[in-house]
Nanobody, 133 residues
Framework: QEQLAESGGGLVQTGGSLSLSCVASGRVFSTHAMGWFRQAPGKEREFVAAVSWNGATTYYTDSVKGRFTISRDNNMENAKTTVYLQMNSLKSEDTAVYYC??????????????????????WGQGTQVTVSS
């Protein structure tokens, strides 16, 4: 059974750092791009960052460029893919539930497709990130 499990959320002060992880298992995710999205209270879910299947291509929403870093590790031995989101210089507006997601296409790396929420077909349950001032 396919499963995406996020961890690493929590409460941090403005200017602090957090590192999120997402372990994807239950099928082959190493051939699919992975993304992070977030949803703040009263707002729609939005794209944060994406990484191509091999980690060579990354995209970020403008508000997190230079502060967040997405990366991945494809473990061929146990068929698990782990995606990371390192978040530095956190701001109050980064407060949201953060979701990990797997892209539906194979070997996709174009901006338009990797930033589109409806192109992702597997989602984690989310992890809360709260930035306090």
């Amino acid at each position: 059974q396919e499963q995406l499990a996020e961890s690493g959320g929590g409460l941090v002060q403005t200017g602090g750092s957090l590192s999120l992880s997402c372990v994807a298992s239950g099928r082959v995710f190493s051939t699919h791009a992975m993304g992070w999205f977030r949803q703040a209270p009263g707002k729609e879910r939005e794209f944060v960052a994406a990484v191509s299947w091999n980690g060579a291509t990354t995209y970020y929403t403008d508000s997190v460029k230079g502060r967040f870093t997405i990366s991945r590790d494809n473990n061929m031995e146990n068929a698990k893919t782990t995606v990371y989101l390192q978040m530095n210089s956190l701001k109050s507006e980064d407060t949201a539930v953060y979701y990990c997601a797997a892209h539906s296409g194979y070997y996709v790396r174009t901006y338009d497709r990797l930033t589109a929420l409806n192109e992702y077909d597997y989602w984690g349950q989310g992890t809360q990130v709260t930035v306090s001032s």
